[in-house]
Structure formats: C-alpha cells, structure tokens
Nanobody, 120 residues
C-alpha cells in the first residue's frame, strides 16, 4: 500500500473555498499521477481532477473547470485541490488516488477520504 492521507475537508458556505491536501507516505510521489475523486451521498464515485507525475498536465470534470485547481509539490509529497465558488452539489467525500497516469483507468491505491459539506 502506498499510504495516501487526505485532509482539509469541512463545512463551508456556498460560494466559499477550501483547499484539500493529499500527502503521500511510504512511496515517491513523483512516480505517480494523482487523481481526486468524489462521492456524493447516494451517488457513485466520480473523477474530479487529475495531475500528471510532473504536474505539467491536468484535467478536470466539466462541472469543476474554472472553480477547482489541482497542483502538486513533489518535494513536500503533497497534492492539493483548491476549491473555489463551492456549491451545495459539491458536497461529497473527496478521495485522492495514485495512478500510473491520468489516462489509466485503474487506481493503484486510494486514500480514506475527507468530507466536504457545502451548506448555509
């Protein structure tokens, strides 16, 4: 297991911001692309964003473009997801996952998730 730990979730009002962190331990972060996924109550887990090993390429779900930004600091072994202009429909458990590439369909390992609740 690669040991990914998410943090930064919490309760935020609509229109607010949060920054999630995904810290990697027990492996070299820059050997993997990192994806953020989310699972809303009663729904299937879906892909939110992904960043390549070097950080030079990123992608986002259409509903998140312009509001979320993924970045990574390989020296700190951390990937971030900056979430702005949050909406109630962004409420979900957010997971980070290690992948061999953003195009790969499989996931090497998952974190345990962090809950984001957007509500007034």
């Amino acid at each position: 297991q690669l040991q990914l730990v998410e943090s930064g979730g919490g309760l935020v009002q609509p229109g607010g911001s949060l920054r999630l962190s995904c810290v990697a331990s027990a492996f070299t972060l820059n050997n993997y692309a990192i994806g953020w996924f989310r699972q809303a109550p009663g729904k299937e887990r879906e892909g939110a964003s992904c960043i390549s090993r070097s950080g030079s390429r990123t992608n986002y779900a259409d509903s998140l473009k312009g509001r979320f930004t993924i970045s990574r600091d390989n020296a700190k072994k951390t990937v971030y997801l900056q979430m702005n202009s949050l909406k109630p429909e962004d409420t979900a458990v957010y997971y980070c996952a290690a992948k061999y590439s953003c195009a790969a369909s499989g996931v090497v390992d998952w974190g345990k998730g962090t809950l984001v609740t957007v509500s007034s």
